[in-house]
């Protein structure tokens, strides 16, 4: 009960500012950019974790959960996210983490386990198996009664609280994000208004199954061409980024005075720019961009 009402207060109100951007590239093109500041929706529960989590963490509730569980990697935003959440809530986290157990003093391992999170790292090759029936079958015993949630927080019910996000936008052409393991984006396309389409900068390489790993999560998605990948954009791989990228985001960054990460929302937007400058957005177009967040792991970032 006091549970559900830490929950209600939790989630009560999604307001991040919407914004508008000046850029001389902008001005160039004649495209209006508009940026969603969803990193400023929760101090720890950033962005997009934010709103993914929010049924899912009701459901874990509904349930009477002894806790919850999860993936990641040792600079996760989902993990960092959901053991804040679980803190809030007053539920026991477990975090599976890639990797070895010295990450567990880098700030965003320190920042889960000061909210109570118990890590246990893993090797990659265990780390693989994350969504394979045995492991979880093993974990299930491990953690009684504990509710699993995929790596990203990317699962069915995941969707709706994304889907929310339309409530807060005005009227654009296309709504510009970054994709990783797709939740957002599948999320986004079960509410899409009709005139609005959807662009999705993959941060990693992405090839064919990222699209299908979005259809997974919302069926639909494949009958629907109001919306596209852009692939490569991944500058080499996940959290991979050159010195020279590395210096446009910066840039990007200072010129724009929005706060960017290297990881997601830096090259999601070095990508929609080189995009513009290389002229995929049409003249006129009204764009907003989903700051998804995650500035925690630039913590991290050795530059
Ligand atoms: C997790 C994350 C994403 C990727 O979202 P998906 O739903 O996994 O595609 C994008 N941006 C930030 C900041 C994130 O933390």
Redesign the pocket.
């Known amino acids: 009960m006091i549970q559900l009402q830490r929950w209600q207060h939790l989630f009560r109100h999604s307001l991040s500012p919407l914004i508008p951007l000046e850029h001389t590239t902008l001005q160039q093109h004649r495209v209006a950019l508009y940026i969603k500041r969803d990193d400023l929706l929760h101090p720890s529960i950033?962005?997009?974790?934010w709103r993914?989590l929010k049924y899912v963490l009701r459901q874990a509730l509904s349930e009477q959960a002894a806790g919850l569980l999860s993936f990641g990697g040792a600079w996760s935003?989902?993990l960092h996210a959901l053991a804040a959440a679980g803190h809030t809530l007053g539920m026991p986290t477990v975090g599976i983490v890639r990797g070895e157990p010295e990450y567990a003093a880098n700030p965003t391992l320190s920042d889960a386990q000061g909210w109570g999170m118990q890590l246990a790292f893993v090797d990659r090759q265990t780390y693989r198996r994350r969504h394979h029936a045995d492991f979880l079958a093993e974990l299930r015993r491990r953690y009684p009664g504990f509710y699993l949630i995929p790596e990203?927080g990317?699962c069915e019910l995941a969707l709706p609280g994304v889907a929310e996000l339309w409530q807060e936008l005005p009227a654009c052409d296309q709504l510009i994000?970054?994709?990783?393991?797709?939740?957002?984006?599948a999320g986004l396309l079960s509410a899409r208004p009709e005139h609005t389409h959807l662009t999705g900068y993959a941060?990693l390489k992405g090839k064919d199954w990222l699209a299908r790993t979005v259809q997974q999560l919302y069926a639909p998605a494949e009958s629907d061409n109001g919306w596209r990948l852009r692939l490569n954009h991944h500058g080499g791989g996940y959290a991979k980024c050159s010195v020279e990228d590395r210096s446009a985001i910066t840039a990007l960054s200072t010129a724009l005075g929005i706060p960017l990460e290297p990881?997601?929302?830096g090259k999601a937007m070095l990508g929609l720019f080189r995009d513009i400058e290389a002229g995929c957005y049409p003249p006129d177009s009204r764009l907003i961009f989903l700051h998804?967040?995650?500035l925690q792991s630039a913590r991290s970032q050795v530059s």
């Open positions: 950033s962005g997009n974790k993914k935003n989902h990203g990317s994000l970054p994709v990783a393991s797709g939740g957002t984006l941060v990881i997601y929302s998804t967040g995650g």
